[in-house]
């Protein structure tokens, strides 16, 4: 499984000036704007696994999701992206290996034999040459990183720090207070 955990940090000052004066408008904008964000984030997530042709049976794509997680204090929305394997279900999690790529090591044929018939569509002798090879390139030279969380969370940082979502939030903040 593959998190991403979104919330806002104040700076202790901003926060006392906040916590005594209007904070409880200041935060709606705050908690709508982390939720903006972790949307955001899966979507985009979804997006990468899709323009680098990471789909097959669209499971992984399926299991990224945006929630909210309940906390004390400040809103914290999570990003999880979970995959499932299709024959051995829920508890073979795939998603962590995707985005992280994986160390040489001997995959199962079962599921490998699963995925190559969804995406390629191949069946008896050619699926079996097809999946034994790549079963040799996995033991031999592990998995690639696709970084589809990573790569999409930092599109969205790089937009905070460009200071173009910062300045719409401050103007959220400035109409919710002036308006």
Not at 42 to 60: M, T, W
Not at 127 to 138: D, H, M, S
């Amino acid at each position: 499984m593959v998190v991403i955990k979104v919330r806002y940090e104040l700076h202790p000052h901003d926060a006392l000036a906040l916590r005594e004066t209007r904070a409880p408008r200041v935060r709606r904008v705050l908690e709508r704007r982390i939720r903006d964000a972790a949307v955001a984030l899966s979507g985009r997530a979804q997006r990468k696994l899709s323009e680098g042709n990471h789909i097959a049976s669209g499971a992984l794509w399926q299991s990224i999701h945006a929630h909210p997680e309940s906390t004390v204090g400040d809103p914290v929305w999570a990003v999880e992206a979970t995959g499932v394997d299709l024959v051995r279900g829920p508890m073979w999690q795939y998603a962590a290996p995707v985005e992280f790529g994986g160390r040489p090591h001997m995959p199962p044929f079962v599921p490998l034999a699963v995925w190559a018939n969804v995406k390629l569509g191949l069946r008896d002798r050619e699926l079996y040459r097809f999946v034994n090879a790549l079963r040799a390139k996995i033991r031999a030279q592990g998995t690639q990183p696709t970084h589809f969380m990573s790569d999409a969370f930092e599109e969205i940082a790089q937009e905070w720090e460009s200071g173009r979502l910062g300045r719409l939030v401050l103007q959220e903040i400035v109409d919710e207070l002036t308006g």
